[in-house]
Structures are given as C-alpha cells and as structure tokens.
C-alpha cells in the first residue's frame, strides 16, 4: 500500500510522519473501500491536523521564554458578542504593535478566541518577548495591560511541562480553546485562531512512496540532532490507516561540547 513521507523543519524541530492514504495507490492495487466514519471522528481527526499545522507555526516563530497572555473579561463585560470581542482584540493588538515599534522590535504572535457554554470569554495569545531590563519590563508589561480596559492581563513566560520546548501541548490547548468556542456559538466554521502575517513558515516536504508493503518503523534522525524522548507514534486513524511519526531537536553547542 502506498504512503506519503512528510518531514517538517520548524525552528529547533524536526519531525518526520509516514502515513497510509486511501489516495494514492501503487500499480495494479485497487483502492479499497472506506468504512462508515462517524462525524466525531471527523471532527477529531481534524483537530488534530489543525494541532500538529499550529505546532509548526509556534516551533517556528516562538521559544519558551517569550510570552503566554490571558486577556479577560470582568462580569460587566461578559455580554459582548464575538464580534465585539474581536473588535476589542484588534484594538489591544494596535496599541501592542505601537509599544513593540517604540521598542524597536516587532510584535508576532498567534492567538485564540474563548467563549465558553455558560458565558466566560478571554483571549490567549503567544507573543515575542523583548529583550528589556527589569525595569524596563515592568513598565512595558504595565503599558500593555492598560491596553485592554475590560479586564485582568496575565503574562507569564511560555513554561515547558516536559522540558522538550516542543510546543504541542500549548498548540492542543488552543485548538481544544477553540472547538469550545465553536460550540458555543454555534459557528462550525469559525477561524480556530489568528496569526501575525509576518511569522516564518516552516519547511514542509512530503514524498509520495508508491509501493506495496508498509513504512518500517524506525526514525531517521539528521545529522545534528537528537530523537526527543517519547516522541514516537504507531498509531490508526477513523479511517484504519496506519501512521508512524517521531520529533527530533537539535542539539546546542552545550550539549555537544558535553559529548
């Protein structure tokens, strides 16, 4: 059966995923019939693809010292609608780019709107930090939140959990963040999440293998980097196709001259 070799380099990451698809076939197999798939499994296969495409972007564009933003909204402002609330948020980002371009620096980030089944609404966002004093950056964190007049701010630094610095599980969260809000609404076609247009890319191949058999696997790591620690996937889709996929870092100079 045929498979597709993807391999993705974002910032410090590289993962590589080798999956079955009922699209491609090789010479002389027939393509086999779908199974009925229930639209949970849809709706969480695509979850997941919208999670690994925004673990990309964050590797890409953001490390774990930048900053991880709450932007709430007290009681009395619990009413505005999506609308509202986006107009809102347009206008904290306005007043953020102005205070990142008197720092000289640009502002980047990637966020997601909340709104839940019983009424709680607030915005989390990924932005670059900047490199200030202690002083410095106390003022500019006091300057931002007064850019947002309908509740508390919170910053925090992007903590890692696992000490990987893969973004994936601040990625899941959002995307989880934003199915509720979905429901919520009632809008399926809602934007999961917004971007700054000025984020990088990351590099994305992917081969197309038109062979009988499988994948065997085993990760293949690039010179320069290391396979992370419990990063490896054997597991099947609704459909019943089978995928393999693992991450791999690269190393620091610390880490080799420790070697």
Same mark, same amino acid.
């Given at each position: 059966?045929?498979?597709? #070799? ?27 019939? *779908? ?18 495409? +925004?673990?990309?972007? *964050?590797? @890409? ?42 720092? #000289? ?24 930090? +900047? ?11 006091? #300057? *931002? ?31 989880? @963040? ?11 076609? +809602? ?35 290391? *396979?992370?620690? #419990?990063? @490896? ?27």
């Amino acid at each position: 059966m045929a498979y597709i #070799d993807r391999e993705v380099f974002a910032g410090r990451y590289y993962s590589r995923k080798q999956y079955h698809t009922g699209r491609y076939h090789p010479k002389g197999e027939k393509r086999k019939k *779908l199974g009925n798939v229930s639209p949970d499994s849809v709706a969480k296969a695509n979850m997941k693809r919208a999670t690994e495409h +925004l673990t990309w972007k *964050l590797n @890409e564009n953001f490390e774990v010292d930048d900053w991880w933003v709450t932007l709430t909204y007290e009681r009395e402002n619990k009413t505005r609608d999506a609308d509202q609330m986006q107009q809102d948020f347009n206008a904290f980002m306005k007043a953020a780019r102005k205070l990142y371009k008197d720092k #000289d620096a640009t502002l980047r980030f990637c966020s997601v709107m909340r709104v839940g089944i019983r009424g709680s609404r607030h915005f989390h966002l990924v932005m670059n930090s +900047l490199d200030l004093s202690k002083r410095e950056r106390t003022e500019f964190r006091k #300057d *931002l939140k007064k850019a947002w007049p309908f509740g508390f701010v919170k910053i925090v630094p992007v903590w890692d959990r696992d000490d990987s610095g893969v973004f994936d599980f601040i990625a899941k969260y959002m995307i989880e @963040e934003s199915e509720i809000t979905r429901k919520a609404l009632n809008r399926p076609g +809602l934007k999961r999440y917004s971007c700054s247009r000025n984020l990088r890319p990351p590099t994305v191949s992917r081969k197309i293998v038109k062979r009988s058999g499988t994948f065997n696997c085993r990760p293949r790591i690039p010179k320069g980097y290391k *396979l992370l620690k #419990d990063s @490896e996937r054997l597991e099947a889709d609704a459909w019943g196709h089978l995928s393999y996929s693992y991450t791999c870092i690269r190393i620091t100079e610390n880490e080799v001259q420790i070697c």
